[in-house]
C-alpha cells in the first residue's frame, strides 16, 4: 500500500527565516510526486511535479527536491503570504492513476 | 479562464436526507476525481472517471454514495440518508489526461449533516 508522511504537522516561522517541509512517501514505482498548496475554505492550488530522483524545481521563494524515499520543499525567506498547508501527493507506476495525499504541513509565517 | 468550479460551496442537511454534489471540470480534461477532506487532514480518494467511464470507486465509504458523469463533463456525487459521519469538505479535480498530470481542484463542497 502507497504511503505518504510529511513533517512536520505545523511550522510556525518568522518572516525571512528559512526551512524545510518533508514528504517521505513508500510506493511500489513512482510515477510522479506532488506538491499542492491549500489555503483555507479553499481547494489544493497544484505547485510542482516531480518524476525522478536528482530532480529540481524552483517557483519564487519555494524548491522542491526528490530522493528515491522523499522529497523536500524548501522555503527561502518566506513571507506572511506564504502561510498555508502544504500537501505532498505520490502518484504510483502501475494501472492506477489515483495519487494518495499525505496529511499536509500547516505553516504559519509571522510578520 | 474557467477553473473547476462546485456547487454547491455549502450544504447542511438533516440526518436521512438526500444530497446532490456538482462538479464542472476544466473543459477538455479528461480525468476526473472525487475526493473527501476531513478537517487536518490531506484528501482522501473516493471515485475516478475517464471521460464518462467511472475507472475506479473503490474508495467510496458504502453503498450510500454514488458518482455519475453522463457526458464526460459534468460530474454529480449523490450521497442518500446521509449520517453525521459523512460531514466533510467533498472536493473536485479534474487533469488534462490519465498519467502524472497535475489536478486542479475546485473549491469544495462544505457538508454538515445535523
Known amino acids: 500500500e502507497d504511503q505518504v508522511t510529511q513533517s512536520p504537522e505545523a511550522l510556525r516561522l518568522q518572516e525571512g527565516e528559512s526551512s524545510s517541509l518533508n514528504c517521505s512517501y513508500t510506493v511500489s514505482g513512482l510515477r510522479g510526486l506532488f506538491w499542492y498548496r491549500q489555503d483555507p475554505g479553499k481547494g489544493p492550488e497544484f505547485l510542482f511535479t516531480?518524476?525522478?530522483a536528482g530532480e529540481e524545481k524552483e517557483k519564487e521563494r519555494l524548491k522542491a527536491t526528490l530522493t528515491k524515499k522523499e522529497s523536500f520543499l524548501h522555503i527561502t525567506a518566506p513571507k506572511p503570504e506564504d502561510s498555508a498547508t502544504y500537501l505532498c501527493a505520490v502518484q504510483a507506476s502501475g494501472g492506477s492513476y489515483i495519487p494518495t495525499f499525505g496529511r499536509g504541513t500547516s505553516l504559519i509565517v509571522h510578520p | 479562464g474557467a477553473g473547476v468550479s462546485q456547487s454547491p460551496r455549502y450544504k447542511v442537511a438533516k440526518r436521512g436526507q438526500d444530497v446532490a454534489l456538482r462538479c464542472d471540470p476544466i473543459?477538455?480534461?479528461?480525468?476526473l476525481f472525487w475526493y473527501q477532506q476531513a478537517l487536518g487532514q490531506g484528501p482522501e480518494f473516493l471515485t475516478y472517471f475517464q471521460n464518462e467511464a467511472q475507472l475506479d470507486k473503490s474508495g467510496l465509504p458504502s453503498d450510500r454514495f454514488f458518482a455519475e458523469r453522463p457526458e464526460g463533463s459534468v460530474s454529480t456525487l449523490k450521497i442518500q440518508r446521509t449520517q453525521q459521519e459523512d460531514s466533510a469538505v467533498y472536493l473536485c479535480?479534474?487533469?488534462?489526461?490519465?498519467?502524472?498530470?497535475?489536478?486542479?481542484f475546485g473549491p469544495g463542497t462544505r457538508l454538515t449533516v445535523t
Open positions: 479535480a479534474s487533469s488534462l489526461a490519465a498519467g502524472p498530470y497535475e489536478q486542479y
Open positions: 473543459s477538455g480534461h479528461v480525468s
Open positions: 516531480l518524476y525522478s
